[in-house]
């Protein structure tokens, strides 16, 4: 099992930034690619952005691409997204997410095996 813990989401104006984090415990050894999703209200979720747990490549969906950084800190068991020149659009519950597959990269929320609570980021002037 691996445990999966958000925070750092928070109320911000259009324009600015935050740095989301998923502490990872557990089998977090055995993950090999972690990622975020999110999910506005009447929307499904959507995929915003992974890292490969042993080599550290990236991939981002198109509308967050130069506006948020995944990082991974290994001796941490820690995955961060940083978020800036937020806009109203990127307000949603953002996941943090595992999956025991590596080797290529999947959108697919079926593809990550494990899944956090989720925190709460809301744009707004």
């Known amino acids: 099992q691996v445990q999966l813990v958000e925070s750092g989401g928070g109320l911000v104006q259009p324009g600015g930034s935050l740095r989301l984090a998923c502490a990872a415990s557990g089998r977090t050894f055995s993950a090999k690619t972690m990622g975020w999703f999110r999910q506005a209200p009447g929307n499904e979720r959507e995929f915003v952005a992974a890292?490969?747990?042993?080599?550290?490549?990236?991939n981002y969906v198109d509308s967050v691409k130069g506006r948020f950084t995944i990082t991974r800190d290994n001796a941490k068991n820690t995955v961060y997204l940083q978020m800036n020149s937020l806009k109203l659009e990127d307000t949603a519950v953002y996941y943090c997410?595992?999956?025991?597959?590596?080797?290529?990269?999947?959108?697919?929320?079926?593809?990550?095996?494990?899944w956090g609570q989720g925190t709460q980021v809301t744009v707004s002037s």
């Open positions: 890292v490969s747990w042993n080599f550290g490549g990236t």
């Open positions: 997410v595992a999956s025991m597959t590596g080797g290529y990269w999947s959108r697919s929320a079926g593809f990550y095996d494990y």
